[in-house]
């Protein structure tokens, strides 16, 4: 194990010590190991992580002593975003539905909804829209595990489930119909901070995350085809909405082929309390082979009580216009994955012992079950993963072609510099 962590080529050393966590699930090093010594990939993973987050912050340290950069670019977006999230998510349901109104319904709105609407966005303002600009300026971006649970977990992670609202405030401020208070984001300034946000997000390593970025590019794309019609895409703009799109890539723009291999390390370390130690729930050798729609039944299997979007209590975190994510899921195949948990709880218990190892290598089925961490359980489809990795990819280059490719007879309106 000394040498696999020693190994100059991480990628190697990680294979080794897979088939060290293999050989110790399976007692090569006796019982009392096997029951009291850690998960090693999971392990090794964050202290790896853990070690490339030190010595990054000592460079910025190193360089804000220096004087050779601001201390804003250094601030942390996450912090930004959780407070938009949050407060998107207090926003009263009639609220969130008149903002809703003003920025994707096909109709035009009522003057009674386009003043709710404004009313509820200008008293958000300092909460949500603020902190989404303020983000955009932000040299970095991780999300903030306080207060605990605050991470979330499974297919529901931190804020997962305001996020897209906030994003939507603030699109619904910029392009949506009514007045705005002198000083208001320009419709640029608004589009190029939602990326931003759709960017960092799928930089995040996990489903919820890249589901979270997708969101966003979904709602983005609509509004700067309004950008493009009204010729408030200059080549500043499209320069800098082009450099972020360039930083996500066009392989995987926002993420799901990174996260895949975040979630199996998450699922990895997945445990049940078994007396005074713990019981993994799979082999980590199983969870490397399953493809990322499997991953996805396994994290709804996993995302706890309080956050699953089936059965949401009403005036719960799912309730408004803005926030509610459940129309991302299949809501009775995430609930036949929730109603496995037990199962993998109780089979992982069972062939932790003796007896239960017994039983397994006397029973041919279940011996050829033991290869795979899915084959024994009723796998559904929460999401189609798959066929989001796909679309993303779609969507990244469609947008694209509205930021890169000038429009044809596209005449900028006469207007302050600050679009109202």
Same mark, same amino acid.
């Given at each position: ?14 294979? &080794? ?14 019982? @009392? ?13 964050? @202290? ?5 987050? @030190? ?6 340290? +190193? ?53 709710? /609407? ?59 119909? #009514? ?53 408030? @895409? ?16 066009? =392989? ?38 399953? /493809? ?21 209590? &009403? ?43 017994? &039983? ?11 290869? =795979? ?12 993963? +798959? ?21 044809? #007879? ?11």
């Amino acid at each position: 194990m000394a040498e696999a962590l020693g190994e100059a080529d991480a990628s190697v050393g990680r294979r &080794r010590l897979g088939i060290a966590e293999q050989r110790l699930r399976e007692g090569a090093f006796g019982d @009392l190991l096997k029951v009291l010594a850690p998960q090693l990939l999971p392990t090794t993973d964050i @202290l790896a992580r853990s070690q490339s987050e @030190l010595e990054a912050q000592r460079g910025v340290l +190193e360089m804000l002593a220096r004087g050779g950069t601001k201390p804003a670019m250094h601030a942390n977006a996450g912090w930004y975003y959780q407070q938009a999230a949050r407060a998107t998510m207090r926003l009263p349901i009639n609220a969130q539905a008149a903002i809703e109104a003003i920025r994707a319904s096909g109709d035009t709105p009522t003057t009674a909804t386009v003043n709710e /609407a404004r009313r509820a966005i200008n008293a958000c303002r300092a909460s949500v829209i603020d902190p989404i600009i303020l983000g955009s300026m932000s040299g970095r971006c991780s999300l903030p595990h306080h207060p605990a649970g605050a991470s979330g977990s499974g297919l529901v992670r931190s804020c997962a489930n305001g996020i897209n609202g906030a994003v939507r405030v603030v699109l619904a401020d910029a392009f949506g119909t #009514g007045g705005r208070p002198a000083g208001s984001p320009t419709r640029a300034e608004a589009a190029i901070a939602c990326l931003r946000v759709a960017a960092r997000f799928a930089a995040l390593g996990s489903y919820s995350h890249s589901l979270v970025a997708h969101q966003v590019m979904r709602d983005l794309k609509p509004a700067l085809k309004q950008l493009e019609s009204r010729g408030e @895409l200059t080549p500043e703009v499209r320069s800098e909405l082009a450099a972020i799109l360039a930083e996500m890539g066009e =392989s995987d723009p926002l993420g799901f082929e990174v996260a895949t291999q975040s979630e199996r390390i998450w699922l990895a370390s997945r445990s049940f309390p078994s007396g005074s130690s713990a019981v993994v729930a799979f082999e980590p050798a199983h969870i490397e082979r399953l /493809a990322p729609n499997q991953i996805g039944f396994l994290l709804a299997m996993f995302t706890r009580a309080s956050q699953v979007p089936f059965d949401a209590p &009403r005036g719960g975190p799912l309730d408004g216009a803005l926030v509610d994510t459940r129309a991302w899921f299949d809501l009775t195949a995430f609930k036949r994955s929730c109603a496995q948990l037990e199962t993998v709880r109780a089979r992982a218990l069972r062939d932790a012992t003796t007896r239960g190892l017994a &039983r397994r290598d006397a029973d041919d089925q279940l011996a050829a079950e033991a290869d =795979s961490a899915t084959a024994w359980l009723d796998v559904t489809t929460p999401i189609d993963i +798959e066929a989001r990795m796909r679309d993303a990819k779609l969507d990244h280059a469609a947008i694209m072609q509205i930021a890169t490719s000038p429009a044809l #007879g596209a005449r900028p309106q006469a207007a302050s510099a600050r679009a109202r």
